[in-house]
C-alpha cells in the first residue's frame, strides 16, 4: 500500500531535512573526536608517551616549585598534573619567549608545542587565572 501523494508530499522535506541534519551532526562528531580535547594532562604523557612524540600538544598543569631554570637559552620548568596528587609525575616543559604576567610557581599553565626527547618544546605558554581575577587598573563594582 503506497501512501496518498499529499502525505508524502507532507513528509519528503522533514525526511530530507532530518537527514542533512545527521550528516552535518555526523561530520561535527568525526571532526572532533581527535581535535576535541583542550588540553593533555602529565599523566597522559606519563603514561603513553610515544603516541605523542614530534606532534603537537597542549600540556595543561601546574608549575612545580622550585623547578624554574632561567637560562640564556630560555626558561624551563616542570609541570605536575594537579589531579592525580602524584608529586614525582613531572613533564619537563622549555621555552624561549616572554612568559605572561600570571606566570609563577604553584600555578595553572596550558603549554602549547610539541613533545620531544621526554619534554615540551613550547613555543606559547598561556597562564590560566581563577574567577577572582581583576585586570589592574579596573576597579571592581
Known sequence: MLPDSKHFARIKP???TSLWCMIGISCIIYGLREHGHLFVRVQDIIEQPEPLKNKPIRLGGIVAKGTIQKSAN?????VRDHLSGKENEQVMVAFNGILPNLFQEGKAIIANGYYKNDRVIAKEILAKHDENYQIPGVKKR
Open 14 to 16: 522533514i525526511a530530507i
Open 74 to 78: 630560555g626558561i624551563s620548568f616542570y
